[in-house]
């Protein structure tokens, strides 16, 4: 009878575990979000209204803090095979609450960037929840439970952006303090609630050498599966870069959509993609397996984009996000396919490695995209071709296709042995 029970409670410890780590992303999005409506229209503040600065300007707050996550993610993942999982994500929560705090109060632009790069450094403990996901998961059900933290991401950026504006009617500040607020009251829920993922036994001294972004791509060359997916990964995510960089100076350029119509179109997309991460990746990795899903997601992805780009008025682009959310499929089960090639004590070193290429390609993913569309829509245009952008990005996704398919072909014979 104990026997028994002892599975079954082990299993109810582990869904306690991921519930929470669901909730902390949440939380930390949703702090996150809060502030993406209102920190443009406080540096505008700080520049007296001269918008062209400001517009400047705000690409170099987004810019630093995507190097701050390309710096720090390798370094606080290897920190979580060392110290654990749980302090490493309750202080990354305190010092966002912290950092929130400092740019509610932050009386100048050049303040407004030390905060924002502080953000940058806390903000880096995803990687960190992710391995702590994988600790608690079995091999099968991880490209789920990836997708369901995907889902929490999204639902964040959902609720986030929303709150922010609302708030921002009141005071241009609050929504700083309320951010404050969600990131302290989640250091506090966790520290009570939170367990230990990863046991003292399963632990790794730190290897500087490895604990940076250069050292931590060691660990994505030390299998050749790893490598092309680690590839797959960067290809993946600058194809993605193509939506949050361009998607309000399209829709404005080709249909001249306004910021209403914007808002409830991301909102839709949010809502399609959390749906199908958090809903439909764990069943279609059980029923296709891994390889599958991730070449359907792919495929959907590179459709999706294709239509944006052919889409010659707005009903004809909406047309292409249900395909957009399928793409949702891709990303967990690369990640899930990763985390099997590596052993329980890399976990953390992995997640940082994944998180440092998110950085980096969120940094140079802008310079290579706005050029794309400079030079086909406008005036100076060579040719007239606006969709051109998101071609690029379908072309991204065909490629991301043969790369996976070749890396997990060793894989797919394997199993039919």
Same mark, same amino acid.
């Given at each position: 009878m104990t026997t028994t029970g002892q599975p079954h409670s082990h299993s109810t410890r582990r869904q306690a575990a991921f519930i929470f780590v669901f909730i902390t992303v949440v939380l930390d999005m949703i702090a996150l979000g809060v502030t993406v409506p209102v920190l443009p229209k406080l540096i505008l503040d700080f520049n007296s209204g001269n918008v062209p600065e400001a517009v400047q300007v705000n690409a170099y707050f987004a810019a630093l803090w995507a190097f701050m996550q390309f710096i720090f993610a390798p370094l606080l993942g290897a920190l979580s095979d060392r110290v654990g999982r749980r302090p490493i994500i309750l202080l990354s929560n305190l010092g966002l609450g912290v950092d929130y705090i400092f740019m509610a109060l932050a009386p100048s632009l050049s303040w407004l960037l030390v905060g924002r790069m502080i953000s940058g450094i806390t903000s880096s403990s995803y990687p960190t929840a992710s391995a702590y996901v994988a600790d608690v998961t079995p091999h099968d059900q991880r490209a789920g439970k990836f997708g369901m933290l995907g889902a929490a991401f999204g639902i964040g950026f959902i609720i986030g952006p929303a709150v922010g504006g609302l708030l921002s009617v009141i005071d241009l500040r609050l929504p700083f303090w309320v951010a404050?607020?969600?990131?302290?009251a989640n250091t506090i829920y966790g520290f009570f609630v939170l367990p230990e993922s990863l046991p003292r036994e399963r632990r790794a001294r730190v290897d500087w050498r490895k604990a940076n972004p250069i050292g931590s791509l060691i660990l994505l060359r030390s299998h050749p599966e790893l490598t092309s997916l680690a590839i797959a990964t960067i290809l993946m995510a600058l194809a993605h870069e193509t939506l949050p960089n361009m998607f309000v100076l399209y829709s404005q350029y080709r249909y001249e959509w306004g910021p209403g119509i914007v808002g409830v179109t991301l909102a839709l997309v949010g809502i399609c993609s959390g749906a199908v991460q958090g809903g439909l990746v764990g069943l279609f990795v059980k029923r296709f397996g891994e390889r599958s899903t991730m070449t359907l997601g792919l495929l959907a992805g590179a459709v999706g984009f294709a239509v944006f780009g052919g889409a010659n008025i707005g009903e004809l682009f909406l047309m292409g996000i249900p395909f957009i959310a399928l793409m949702g499929l891709a990303g967990p089960s690369i990640q899930s396919l990763m985390s099997r090639r590596v052993q329980a004590t890399e976990q953390g070193q992995l997640q940082g490695a994944l998180g440092s290429i998110r950085g980096i390609v969120g940094v140079?993913? =802008?310079?290579?995209?706005? =050029?794309?569309?400079?030079?086909?829509?406008?005036?100076?245009?060579?040719?007239?071709? =606006?969709?051109?952008?998101?071609?690029?990005?379908?072309?991204?996704?065909?490629?991301?296709?043969?790369?996976?398919?070749?890396?997990?072909?060793a894989q797919e014979v394997l199993a039919a042995d």
């Open positions: 404050a607020g969600f990131s302290l140079i993913g =802008p310079l290579l995209i706005a =050029p794309v569309f400079k030079l086909t829509a406008g005036t100076n245009a060579i040719v007239e071709m =606006p969709g051109a952008v998101y071609f690029f990005a379908a072309l991204l996704l065909v490629v991301t296709l043969g790369v996976t398919r070749r890396a997990t072909q």
